[in-house]
């Protein structure tokens, strides 16, 4: 059973635009929440995360909204430039141990 | 944050020979995973590599294939063994409870690994 579903697959956004992604979770023990941003050939870097008793995080272009009633939580890039064209994984975890990534968004941010 | 390095960056091997991947971080960290990516996909977790004791492995992996060390705190390997072409994959290491940023998981560059 895939513990974090995550969509679309793929995202095409002009540049200047809004870029979202989504993911749901089944686990309500998970509390903590998670993005990772990944270029080619590189390894996951965190962009963000959020606990569940917020509702959102802002780190400067890039919003978590966090849903804790829908299990549901996305990920929002502000301004969206070409430099931010890449994978993004959600996850989860509970107590830090294990984390559960949804499948990834390629994000392609056209000029 | 963390600097994780891993060793080979890649590496292209023949079937039925294993390769060593080296993962080394610049402070003591608690937990140390291996995860394994396929391309375009996501992250699988293969194991925990527990400091001290044995690793902790997840369902479909299991240790004679995939034989995980950690003899300290900064240091681990993971060795794919009898390669098959199946093994072609991006192997990485990920570390948690990193001093001053103990709630997430930092990430090594990887390890492209082709089975001819």
Not at chain 2, 13 to 37: A, K
Not at chain 2, 48 to 61: D, L, M, R
Request: glycine share 8%.
């Amino acid at each position: 059973q895939q513990q974090v579903k995550q969509s679309p697959q793929s995202l095409i956004v002009q540049k200047g635009g809004i870029s979202i992604i989504n993911c749901a979770y089944e686990n309500t023990a998970f509390d903590y929440f998670p993005w990772y941003q990944q270029f080619p050939g590189k390894g996951p870097a965190l962009l963000i995360a959020i606990r569940p008793d917020v509702s959102e995080k802002k780190e400067g272009r890039f919003t978590i909204s966090f849903n804790k009633s829908a299990k549901q939580f996305s990920l929002h890039i502000m301004d969206s430039q070409p430099g931010d064209s890449a994978t993004y994984f959600c996850a989860a975890s509970k107590d830090f141990n294990k984390f559960y990534f949804g499948s990834g968004t390629k994000l392609n941010v056209k000029p | 944050s963390a600097v994780i390095s891993q060793k080979p960056s890649r590496d292209i091997c023949q079937r039925g020979t294993s390769l060593t991947i080296q993962c080394q971080v610049d402070s003591q960290v608690t937990m140390m995973f291996w995860y394994r990516q396929q391309p375009g996909q996501s992250l699988t977790l293969i194991a925990t590599a527990n400091q001290g004791s044995e690793a902790t492995y997840e369902s479909g992996f299991v240790i004679d294939k995939f034989p995980i060390s950690r003899p300290n705190l900064t240091f681990s390997t993971l060795t794919v063994s009898n390669m098959s072409p199946e093994d072609s994959s991006i192997y990485l290491c990920s570390v948690g409870g990193v001093p001053d940023s103990t709630d997430t998981q930092y990430f090594g560059p990887g390890t492209r690994l082709t089975v001819l």
